[in-house]
């Protein structure tokens, strides 16, 4: 079982940058695809990016080239560094784990992108 929490959420203005940082707690963080999901005020939770435990990332597309997604075993860590934001970006941030059937959620961070 892998306990994670989010920081690094907060207010900033369009084109601004914010990292998240997820951090896990128990054993096998390096067996765990982890994944940011995001959902704003009457949306559904959407999945941002992902990266496997091989290192691989996937985005959701209007994120391309705006956000990375990076992982440290040994710290047990995933971040995601966003870049440019946009109002659009404003929502719930959630870290999420999986491996095999079981996975995990964060209580999730507060991003706001206005001016």
């Known amino acids: 079982q892998v306990r994670l929490v989010e920081s690094g959420g907060g207010l900033v203005q369009p084109g601004g940058s914010l990292r998240l940082s997820c951090t896990a707690s128990?054993?096998?963080?390096?067996?765990?695809?982890m994944s940011w999901y995001r959902q704003a005020p009457g949306k559904a939770r959407e999945s941002v990016a992902t990266?496997?435990?091989?290192?691989?990332?996937t985005y959701k597309d209007s994120v391309k080239g705006r956000f990375t997604m990076s992982r440290d075993n040994a710290k047990t860590s995933v971040y995601l560094q966003m870049n440019n934001l946009k109002p659009e970006d404003t929502a719930v941030y959630y870290c999420h784990a999986r491996y095999l059937a079981y996975n995990s959620w964060g209580q999730g961070t507060q991003v706001t992108v206005s001016s």
């Open positions: 128990g054993s096998g963080f390096s067996r765990y695809i």
């Open positions: 990266i496997t435990d091989g290192g691989t990332t």
